[in-house]
């Protein structure tokens, strides 16, 4: 067994019991095993009502996320991704099934979550300055000056921005802005950190390092993050676990642990073969999920 198949080793996430097959290689597609739910999503259904009618968004989907863990979401673009991720915040009610963090129902955005979206751009106010932006929740919370501080110029730092505290967001190239929005994140230093597709509107480089830096702030501060993102290859790089959706109306159409190495290069672990193997499953399945295939389906054909 060569290290590309060791199981990640992170010290905060529990390990799971993984299967492997007599040739000591652990199957494409994994279910992931039960662990202590932190965050629970249970029948989660949402339909959308509108003039032109309802539409089901989200038809039922069930998944847990273990404290510490960091999974990514991925399904084809209208799949309800941002939709199960509000739902998870809190900011929008589910119209069947439930969240619940610690065994309590989520109903309005628990204290404990932070949200980092794709448009970095609006979630920035533009008249404070890079370290006030940073600093706003912390107030909010009514946390005493010299913590803020210290937790400000911590983030500042995990993020690489220590040098720019009081450059004003529209100042900074748009990487540079989602780095102020994740520092905002990590200084408010939340149980869950909840991310939509917060790198699809960076260059490819600046998206590389972002990847580098989630990773790094995840295995420092022990998070438990569930990371939206349509690339196929940016879930796999990522993630300890990618859960797949199928098309509108959304179920999760299969739960892959992604046993790469927990120690992730951008071009090692890219050109392993273990992260061909399972970049290969995950974009089959997504395909599947494009043409309309549905776990539910083969079941029932079964
Ligand atoms: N506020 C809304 N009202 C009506 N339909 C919506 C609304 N938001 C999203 N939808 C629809 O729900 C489906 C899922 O959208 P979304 O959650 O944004 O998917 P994704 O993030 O995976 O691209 C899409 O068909 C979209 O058009
Ligand atoms: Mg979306």
């Not at 939709?83 to 963090?101: D, R, S, Y």
């Not at 911590?154 to 748009?174: C, F, I, N, R």
Request: glycine share 6%; net charge negative.
């Amino acid at each position: 067994m060569t290290s590309e198949h060791k199981h990640p080793t992170n010290p905060v996430v529990s390990q799971s019991r993984v299967d492997e097959t007599p040739d000591g290689r652990i199957p494409v597609g994994k279910t992931i095993p039960d662990e202590q739910p932190m965050l629970s999503v249970q029948n989660l259904k949402k339909i959308y009502h509108t003039d032109a009618g309802d539409m089901e968004a989200i038809r039922n989907v069930t998944f847990d996320l273990p404290k510490g863990q960091l999974a990514c979401l991925v399904g084809p673009s209208g799949s309800g991704k941002t939709t199960l991720l509000k739902c998870i915040a809190g900011l929008m009610e589910p119209t069947a099934g439930e969240v619940t963090l610690h065994g309590q129902q989520v109903t309005g955005p628990p204290k404990s979550m932070a949200v980092v979206f794709q448009e970095y751009g609006r979630s920035l106010f533009p008249w404070l300055r890079v370290a006030e932006n940073v600093e706003l929740p912390l107030k909010n919370q009514g946390m005493d000056k010299s913590k803020r501080h210290h937790l400000v110029e911590e983030a500042l730092d995990a993020v690489g921005l220590s040098h720019v505290p009081k450059s004003y967001p529209w100042q900074l190239s748009g990487g540079m802005q989602q780095r102020v929005a994740i520092a905002r994140a990590v200084a408010y230093q939340p149980e869950v950190l909840l991310m939509d597709e917060p790198f699809a509107a960076v260059d490819a480089q600046t998206r590389a390092d972002l990847e580098d830096l989630v990773r790094g702030v995840w295995q420092k501060l022990g998070v438990s993050i569930l990371f939206v993102t349509h690339d196929i290859d940016e879930s796999v790089y990522l993630g300890e676990r990618v859960i797949i959706l199928s098309s509108s109306p959304t179920i999760v159409q299969e739960d892959v642990l992604v046993d790469l190495p927990d120690e992730r290069d951008q071009l090692e672990t890219r050109s392993s073969q273990r992260f061909s193997e399972l970049r290969h499953h995950v974009y089959e399945q997504i395909q599947l999920a494009k043409k309309g295939f549905r776990p539910e389906d083969a079941v029932a054909h079964s």
